[in-house]
């Protein structure tokens, strides 16, 4: 994606999602898992954003966040439909129907996302019902044209969900979600349940695809070499919150936070003469209902510094690229560690 023209697609402001925690018959509150906590970004139109960190950081029900598939608990998401940002946490029901038209999500288990009992005509004709399209010609047209666009026969149609393989099944979870035109595709671990030789395939296919139709795409995986082909940028997380967020080139070249330095550092290199030396962090990732005080990562850092028990570090631009670092080693024109 070109960097420069960019426009805001999703202004994300101070987003919060905090689940309560309850104890006995009354059910009171005793605490709260803090899955995503005082996150804030923009996210540009037409670029892929790809979101890594381990288990429970967050960044799946910061992806259901965008679809309001699971409502915030606090902030603002603004969404750009051409008219201005409005507040998606605000929208009412007509509002959120026709919002879910225009961000889609493609789920990790293409097994079960497709109903065993339906046809896939039945799966495919359904959405396009809800949505108002109420000319079989008109709706057959529709799946007809993004059943090409993933390389699947029209007359599969006909078939149930079980007479297809995995990558087959994902495309057509992926052909089903693009029924509806949308601008924006959230893909939730898209290719982690498919065999390594079907992966590539359809990653390149949802290349293709977001180049002819113009997509915004947000690209949440655990796997790293995965998530650099796909994003234009990526954002790290660590419990709830955005440690780094630079552009794809620059986070695997110059990574700056030591979370992220550790998590490239597990990256296997396709030479048998290339050396990386691993960094094994060391200390067990705190509970996102008791975090630490001050940086939620200094129990594992080995650059741990006294004011980072105690104050938690404001993610801040850094260098001249647009990288962003939640760091106190790169604070106030710190320069970090090389
Ligand atoms: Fe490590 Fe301190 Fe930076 Fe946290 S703020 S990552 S503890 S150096």
């Given at each position: 994606m070109s960097t420069e023209k960019k426009e805001v697609i999703f202004k994300i402001q101070n987003l919060q999602t905090w689940f309560p925690i309850t104890k006995g018959f009354r059910k009171r509150?005793?605490?709260?898992?803090?899955?995503?906590?005082?996150v804030s970004l923009d996210i540009y139109r037409g670029e892929t954003l790809g979101i890594v960190g381990e288990s429970g950081c967050g960044k799946s029900t910061f992806g259901k966040n965008m679809m309001m598939l699971e409502r915030p608990t606090g902030g603002q998401v603004l969404f750009n439909d051409g008219e201005g940002g409005r507040d998606i946490t605000q929208f009412n029901r007509e509002e959120m129907f026709a919002f879910r038209k225009k961000v889609q999500m493609v789920f990790q288990d293409p097994y079960s996302a497709l109903n065993p009992q339906k046809k896939i005509y039945e799966a495919f004709e359904e959405p396009l019902k809800t949505h108002g399209i109420m000319s079989r010609e008109e709706r057959e047209k529709i799946m007809q044209r993004v059943l090409a666009m993933v390389n699947?026969?029209?007359?599969?149609?006909?078939?149930?969900?079980?007479?297809?393989?995995g990558g087959q099944r994902q495309r057509l979870c992926i052909a089903r979600a693009l029924e509806v035109m949308p601008e924006v595709l959230i893909c939730d671990e898209p290719v982690s349940a498919l065999d390594v030789s079907i992966q590539a395939q359809v990653l390149n296919l949802m290349k293709e695809i977001q180049k002819e139709l113009k997509l915004t795409y947000l690209f949440i995986a655990h796997d790293l070499s995965v998530v650099q082909y796909m994003s234009d940028r990526i954002m790290v997380m660590y419990l709830g919150k955005i440690v780094e967020v630079a552009d794809s080139r620059t986070l695997y070249e110059k990574p700056l936070h030591p979370y992220t330095r550790a998590l490239l550092s597990a990256i296997p290199i396709p030479d048998i003469h290339g050396v990386r030396k691993r960094q094994i962090l060391e200390g067990e990732v705190p509970s996102p209902i008791h975090k630490p005080a001050g940086c939620a990562f200094h129990n594992r850092c080995p650059h741990c510094m006294d004011v980072c028990k105690t104050t938690d570090p404001k993610l801040q631009h850094y260098g001249e690229e647009e990288q962003q670092v939640a760091c106190h080693l790169y604070q106030n024109g710190g320069k970090g560690e090389q």
């Open positions: 509150i005793v605490g709260y898992v803090k899955a995503v906590d005082d699947i026969q029209p007359d599969y149609l006909m078939r149930y969900p079980h007479e297809f393989s």
